[in-house]
């Protein structure tokens, strides 16, 4: 079965850094975009990083972008997100996600809606 397992996630100090990995299983998912999301409690899910699946363009909102990088080993099948800075707003479960559709698609999916591919989540905590 093709599927997403993020790993990485933790509790942490305001200013430190963790790196979240996820890694796919099946499917090979080199010619898909892939990106991470974000949920955390009583909030809408929010994208927080994207990289295509070709020359490995990037994306982030102004929320993240400075702070975050994310990064793709396509060898592996994996896709990885690094956080510095990290702030307590950062708090929230963090997804891996890919979709065939391209980075733009998952930048502006509604809320209601789900990337072709979505991991289980693994949690991000910092503390002030």
């Known amino acids: 079965q093709d599927r997403l397992v993020e790993s990485g996630g933790g509790l942490v100090q305001a200013g430190g850094s963790l790196r979240l990995s996820c890694v796919a299983s099946?499917?090979?998912?080199?010619?898909?975009?892939m990106a991470w999301f974000r949920q955390a409690p009583g909030k809408d899910r929010e994208f927080v990083a994207g990289?295509?699946?070709?020359?490995?363009?990037?994306v982030y909102p102004d929320s993240v972008k400075g702070r975050f990088t994310i990064f793709r080993n396509n060898a592996k099948n994996a896709v990885y997100l690094q956080m510095n800075s990290l702030k307590p707003e950062d708090t929230a479960v963090y997804y891996c996600?890919?979709?065939?559709?391209?980075?733009?698609?998952?930048?502006?999916?509604?809320?209601?809606?789900?990337?072709?591919?979505w991991g289980q989540g693994t949690q991000v905590t910092v503390s002030s």
């Open positions: 990289i295509s699946w070709g020359n490995e363009t990037t």
């Open positions: 099946g499917r090979p998912f080199r010619s898909y975009a």
């Open positions: 996600a890919a979709d065939i559709r391209g980075i733009q698609t998952m930048e502006q999916l509604p809320q209601n809606a789900r990337p072709d591919y």
